[in-house]
């Protein structure tokens, strides 16, 4: 079973960076990936990045490209997404998923994940 929990989010001024960390406190599946979705109130959840084991490949919302990275530190298990030059469009609560595909390559879109973690908050302020 996979258990995915989320840290690192926290309030963030306009231009600032942060970095999450999703860690899975469960078992590896194989050909398993991880992605990062958020979802601000009022509105759809929104796939943000997602990376295929071992780097192999990544995926970013366009919305993000070139300001969010998405890594792997695999000393413990964690996959953590580096925001950077925030904006208050970037604000909700973000969540990682865990998604499977036996051939190396990953979409954002929810209906392919089928664990979640339970979301970290990260509001930006104008």
């Known amino acids: 079973e996979v258990q995915l929990v989320e840290s690192g989010g926290a309030s963030v001024e306009t231009g600032g960076s942060l970095r999450l960390s999703c860690r899975n406190y469960?078992?590896?599946?194989?050909?398993?990936?991880i992605g990062w979705f958020r979802q601000a109130p009022g509105k759809e959840r929104e796939g943000v990045a997602c990376?295929?084991?071992?780097?192999?490949?990544?995926t970013y919302a366009d919305s993000v490209k070139g300001r969010f990275t998405i890594s792997t530190n695999s000393s413990d298990n964690t996959v953590e997404l580096l925001m950077n030059d925030l904006q208050p469009e970037d604000s909700g609560l973000y969540y990682c998923?865990?998604?499977?595909?036996?051939?190396?390559?990953?979409?954002?879109?929810?209906?392919?994940?089928?664990?979640w973690g339970q979301g970290t908050q990260v509001p930006v302020s104008a």
């Open positions: 998923a865990a998604g499977i595909d036996s051939r190396p390559r990953c979409f954002l879109e929810w209906g392919r994940f089928f664990s």
């Open positions: 469960g078992s590896t599946i194989e050909d398993m990936y």
């Open positions: 990376r295929y084991s071992g780097g192999i490949r990544t």
